[in-house]
């Protein structure tokens, strides 16, 4: 498959268990990628899983820091030109204490992990698709947005701004070519999960695989008319 051949593909969290599903899936279908994250040594290693022949670039960036964003979109744009799909992969998750125990620094770290991040990103990418006719977003929200969850306020409060967000961009540009979606996982089948829930049934868990699949349907031609939706990927759980 080469639907997305010449096409210039940009995964944040690119060492991670998801954006590295995520880059190899683009990678099967002919795009150029650029893998962006924090961790240098976790980005070699994702570079490692793709074939010899894809065109990566790899790309060491802070997503809290708004200079740093704006080198990353400058690097790509002068290395691969300009960017038709931001896949915002980026973001963690840490159970906290009860709300009103909760720290500012506890508050901050989901809130920038999982929202600022994704800001930061699409503030730096969007004007380059304005300019080019047109892009594709696509956002990782989680589950956890739609309802509360004792001791995990901060996550869920993130994960919901991350949807806000979808839904703000995908208004604001939907005029101009430029599709915005997230999508909402449940439990995400890694190693991580599975150490910390070792009596779980990894079989209703989700697959990176299996989400990658629709984030790569999310910026593909085939989703041409989907746009501000988050889109719930649950498994069986």
């Not at 125990?101 to 999982?114: A, G, Q, R, V």
């Not at 990782?140 to 509360?148: F, I, K, L, P």
């Not at 910390?196 to 031609?221: G, I, Q, R």
Request: net charge negative.
């Amino acid at each position: 498959m080469s639907e997305f051949a010449g096409k210039v593909v940009l995964v944040t969290g690119a060492a991670g268990n998801l954006g590295r599903a995520v880059a190899a899936a683009f990678a099967a279908r002919g795009a150029r990628l650029a893998l962006v994250d924090l961790n240098e040594g976790g980005l070699a290693a994702a570079r490692e899983d793709l074939p010899a022949d894809c065109q990566v670039e790899l790309i060491p960036t802070n997503l809290l820091q708004a200079d740093s964003v704006a080198a990353c979109v400058d690097t790509v744009s002068s290395k691969l030109g300009g960017i038709d799909v931001l896949a915002n992969i980026a973001g963690g998750f840490t159970m906290g204490p009860l709300l009103h125990d909760t720290t500012d620094k506890d508050w901050d770290f989901m809130m920038n992990l999982n929202a600022r991040s994704v800001f930061n990103m699409a503030r730096a990418v969007v004007p380059g698709m304005l300019a080019a006719g047109g892009g594709r977003i696509v956002n990782v929200s989680a589950r956890a947005a739609r309802e509360g969850k004792a001791k995990m306020g901060p996550y869920c409060a993130s994960k919901a701004a991350v949807i806000t967000l979808t839904e703000t961009l995908a208004a604001e540009h939907k005029h101009a070519g430029i599709n915005v979606n997230c999508i909402l996982p449940g439990t995400i089948d890694t190693p991580q999960n599975r150490a910390d829930m070792p009596d779980a049934d990894y079989s209703k868990w989700v697959p990176t695989a299996a989400l990658a699949d629709v984030v790569v349907f999310l910026a593909a031609e085939a989703s041409r008319c989907v746009t501000g939706a988050a889109i719930p990927v649950y498994g069986q759980s």
